[in-house]
């Protein structure tokens, strides 16, 4: 074994576990001419799509079977080993991006791509409606502004100081609940959005705008305390623990949608899947590494059959009515078309963003908000 | 349902040799007088890998679900130990290639060490259990809170005004005492965000007033329900809601302000390898089924963590508000130093200690080492909260063959440095000689302890490697002991080292609501740090 084991199964989860009883049933018979092992390393979020068996079949029927190990995307573009395996399957372009150049990889794949959402509940979109942060698109969806968001944290308002809360009078600061940015890449594309209204409603490209974006967002995410490392954590601890803890969370839609979709009673009639103004797409990128992986990308891509099922997942993928479909047979005011979305900075820049935040949450002199406590 | 700290034993199984007693933790009555064996702890263990075993480093918060696991399919090994002490041993690597997993009530404070993330792998959460107080129906009755809705800030002004009186675990040694602090520090500091460590300097005069009514500790969550179930003596607990829902007459009292919730991740640490990722996998994949999920629920009171089973209705259907939790150790550092130092009742340990000419040689410096380690040698965060404190008292009682002359130490209020330097020039002073008047030395520590200042917590340790050879006997300590006002004769901690009487020794901790340390195949030093948390 190399020295590089040690790094690489930091943060990396075992993902081929729930998949493996199914696999071997399904390949029991198959004998030598079994299908070819493609190994990748991805973002847990789409753990639960590899792990489906109907994606496991239909990637059988190309004779491939994909096992998946997991890691934060950040962790997959810096520390994670990638020699053992044949692609990697980061939840956001400029980690891909990173690996792309790091690696010479020529051709990429972007099978699908969710936004970053916020799921909350309805008496609590109600508060921050009557606060002015949370509008009627006009388009079907509601809207979070994330300036005026920020504002509010910058002020250090509680929920019992917005006017007219009676739904949720809690002591504690309005805050989003995010994974840790240093870790999770649904953090850092919340990373992005904030980053981007703190710069003057643009994208952080230069070193020297850094300190500053970074001042002004760290707030959003330091005044939260403790924060989890995954991004399935917080989302289910609003699934399961309610609004007493997590009375909103930052999601990639397709976590909500996915539950919604499948119609298994966790997605209850009070919750709400709000849309931050400005958002970013989360853009699921394969990087190959061989040929096999080339050809699970591809069909990730073009495949109708996985398409349709990376659909019924929540993600939205090249065919849009596959997803629109879904989306109104529920009748929830789901996004068909989003008008403020915005890019996120190049790896370097947002990895400059982070380290900045990282260096606030080790000397412990986090700019305080001004007023609150 | 309460779970004792690492290698605690019945006292009747003390007797029998260390590896299968272990087995006998769950023996479905406890007898107060425990025993912690402290040999079934830490990485000194021998714990034989398989490929087919997966092997945990546990709190003992979940030791109630290990017969369950026998269901799981999956061959499961766990060794029990503190928090902390587990913390640093996975942020430290030693519980690398030892332990596959760990499960503790929670990551948070392991969370904060520096390098311990790296060391964890994949976290799956597999039940929660808020800490709340619990509180007698009468009590609740009479403070209004029978409806189980009251404030932390109006808890704090009942304990203040001195209305009540509670229990809760050691912060520096138990989640669940840990997770109170931080609310309580949370809710009293009326700070909205999590807690730096100008908000615990701000917040410490009003944990002060809130902690002046605590009045029983306790170094685990297990034993500190157990005292009250037994014995009362307090008018409630700070616990987990699980164990809470679990004892009688009792009237959960949910702070509206917020509680600081344990989660239970069962966490697969990244040195594992590929076959016992699998097994990690399993584990969790069944523990988390519905069917899985709602026996936790209905057996052990803690809440499910999947969609798909529905709390019950024994939990209420208020949501629970979460209080933040600190994202930097020098914060959670702080806290636990200002609970130590500044807001707790202080404490006043008497150490009854054997000088005896069995002692001489490796014994007696075991134990000069293991004094020594009280007074700051032991570096470690561990280390550095089971030290003597400031605001402490300690009083040392020797004896061999009559009792030595008791010397008593007060830690001031600001630097403890210097008294610090006098216990350790005194421990190792220490020399053994003569016989072993067990009673008599003890009889003279609860003399000593009627001199003690009220607004101290009292208690006594009783260390000994032999049988009693001179003075007194058990039956004359039993005598003083039953003369002595019921509110204010302390508890005996008693260490077993050597060749001690185990039956006796039993008899003494049974008498004073202590509990036996089982120090005889591991280090003095491990069982006085163990025995810090209760005193």
């Keep these: 074994m190399k020295r590089g084991v040690m790094r690489r199964s930091i943060g990396i989860a075992l993902a081929l576990l729930l998949g493996a009883a199914v696999v071997v049933a399904v390949v029991l018979g198959n004998g030598a001419g079994g299908p070819t092992v493609v190994r990748g390393v991805i973002g847990s979020e789409k753990k639960p799509f590899f ?67 916020v799921a909350t509940f309805e008496p609590i979109a109600g508060v921050l409606a009557e606060a002015g942060l949370v509008r009627d698109s006009g388009r079907g969806y509601q809207v979070l502004d994330v300036a005026a968001y920020m504002e509010l ?140 992986a080339g050809e699970v ?31 109104a047979k529920t009748g929830a005011p789901i996004a068909r078309d989003l008008v403020d979305v915005v890019e996120p900075p190049a790896y370097d820049r947002l990895e400059q963003l982070i380290t900045t935040i990282e260096r606030l949450y080790a000397d412990g002199s986090v700019p305080q908000a001004e007023g609150g406590s | 349902m309460t779970a004792p700290p690492c290698g605690l034993l019945p006292a009747t199984a003390a007797a029998r040799p260390p590896g299968p007693v272990l087995r006998a933790v769950l023996a479905p009555v406890l007898a107060l007088a425990l025993v912690l064996g402290l040999a079934g702890c830490g990485p ?74 790296a060391r964890l792998s994949t976290q799956t959460k597999i039940m929660v259990s808020p800490v709340l107080l619990g509180l007698s129906g009468a009590k609740a009755r009479e403070l209004g809170w029978q409806d189980g809705k009251a404030t932390w800030k109006q808890i704090a002004t009942a304990a203040r005004e001195g209305k009540f009186t509670f229990g809760m675990a050691n912060p520096a040694s138990s989640n669940s005492g840990f997770s109170a602090l931080v609310g309580v520090a949370a809710a009293l500091s009326d700070a909205g965000e999590a807690l730096d460590a100008a908000q615990v300097s701000a917040v410490t005069p009003e944990l002060k007033e809130f902690f002046s009514a605590q009045r029983l500790t306790a170094g685990s ?66 523990l988390r089924t519905p069917d899985t999920q709602r026996e936790i629920m209905t057996t052990t009171h803690r809440r499910p963590v999947v969609p798909e089973v529905r709390p019950g209705p024994e939990f209420g259907s208020a949501p629970l508000l979460e209080l ?63 030290r003597f404190r400031s605001r402490e008292t300690v009083t040392m009682v020797p004896f061999s063959d009559g009792v030595g002359t008791p010397r008593t130490f007060k830690l ?88 001690s009487d185990v039956a006796e020794m039993n008899k003494v901790a049974e008498l004073t609501g202590g509990a036996v340390f089982d120090a005889r195949d591991s280090s003095l030093a491990a069982a006085f740090k163990e025995i810090r948390g209760y005193q």
Excluded: C
């Excluded at chain 1, 400029?94 to 936004?115: C, W």
């Excluded at chain 2, 600081?260 to 040195?271: G, K, Q, V």
């Excluded at chain 2, 350790?424 to 067990?438: C, M, P, Q, R, V």
């Design chain 1, 153 to 292: 944290v910058a002020k250090g308002t509680r929920w019992d100081e917005l006017p007219g809360n009676t739904a949720y009078p809690a002591r504690k600061r309005v805050l989003l609940t995010t994974t840790d940015v240093r870790t999770s890449n649904s953090a850092a594309m919340y990373l992005a959005m904030t980053s981007y209204v703190a710069n003057g409603e643009d994208v952080v490209t230069a070193a020297g705008q850094v300190p500053e974006a970074a001042g002004k967002v760290a707030p959003v995410f330091l005044d939260q305390g403790y924060s989890q490392s995954s991004t399935e954590a917080p989302f289910e601890d609003y699934l399961v623990m309610g609004s007493g803890k997590t009375p909103m969370v930052i999601v990639y839609e397709a976590q909500y949608l996915s539950r919604l979709f499948a119609r298994d009673g966790s997605i209850t009639p009070e919750m709400r899947l709000l849309y931050p103004a400005p958002t970013v797409l989360s853009k699921h990128t394969l990087v190959p590494f061989t040929e096999q």
């Design chain 2, 44 to 117: 000194g263990e021998d714990v034989a890998d398989d490929p087919d075993t997966l092997r945990i480093l546990a709190g003992s918060e979940v030791k109630d679900l290990e017969p369950m696991l026998a269901r799981s399919g999956v061959k499961v090994k766990i060794s029990y130990t503190g928090t902390l002490d587990g913390a640093e041993q996975v942020a430290g690597g030693s519980a690398d290639g030892e332990y596959d997993a760990v499960w503790f009530s929670s990551n948070r404070y392991l969370s904060l060490i520096d390098g311990a993330s």
């Design chain 2, 412 to 499: 001031p209020e600001g630097d403890p440095g210097p008294v610090l330097e006098q216990i350790k020039g005194y421990a190792e002073g220490l020399d053994a000689n003569g016989g072993t008047a067990i009673y008599d030395g003890l009889r003279a520590a609860y003399s000593e302890s009627l001199r003690a200042d009220p607004e101290h917590y009292t208690s006594v340790v009783l260390m000994t490697d032999g049988e009693n050879t001179d003075g007194a006997s058990f039956e004359d300590f039993r005598r003083l002991y039953e003369m002595l006002p019921a509110d204010i004769r302390p508890r005996a901690f008693v260490v077993l080292f050597g060749e």
């Design chain 2, 324 to 386: 933040p939790f600190p994202n930097r150790r020098a914060a959670a550092d702080q806290l636990i130093t200002a609970y130590l130092d500044e807001a707790r009742v202080p404490a006043h340990a008497l150490f009854v200690l054997d000088t005896s000419g069995s002692m001489r040689g490796d014994r007696i410096e075991a134990l000069r080492e293991a004094l020594v380690m009280l007074t700051g040698a032991d570096r470690s965060a561990s280390g550095t909260f089971s």
């Design chain 1, 297 to 327: 990308g591809r069909l990730l891509t073009e495949d109708p059959e996985l398409r349709a099922l990376a659909a019924r997942h929540g993600f939205r993928t090249a065919d849009p009515a596959a997803f629109t479909d879904l989306a």
């Design chain 1, 51 to 117: 792990d489906d068996p109907r994606v496991r079949a239909a990637f059988e029927k190309h004779g491939l079977r994909v096992e998946v190990d997991t890691a934060g995307s950040r962790q997959i573009a810096t520390e994670v080993d990638l020699d053992g395996y044949a692609f990697a399957f980061p939840s956001s372009v400029p980690a891909a991006e990173k690996i792309r150049k790091d690696r010479g990889v020529t051709r990429v794949f972007s099978p699908f791509y969710s936004p970053m959402a």
């Design chain 2, 221 to 286: 969550s297990g034993w500190l329900a157990d005292v009250y179930a037994r014995q009362g003596g307090v008018d409630g607990i700070v616990n987990y809601e699980s164990v809470l829902l679990g004892m009688k007459d009792l009237t959960l009292v949910y702070p509206g302000d917020g509680v600081i919730t344990a989660d239970y991740p069962l966490t697969l640490l990244a040195s594992a390898p590929p076959e016992k990722r699998e097994l990690y996998g399993k584990l969790t994949a069944w």
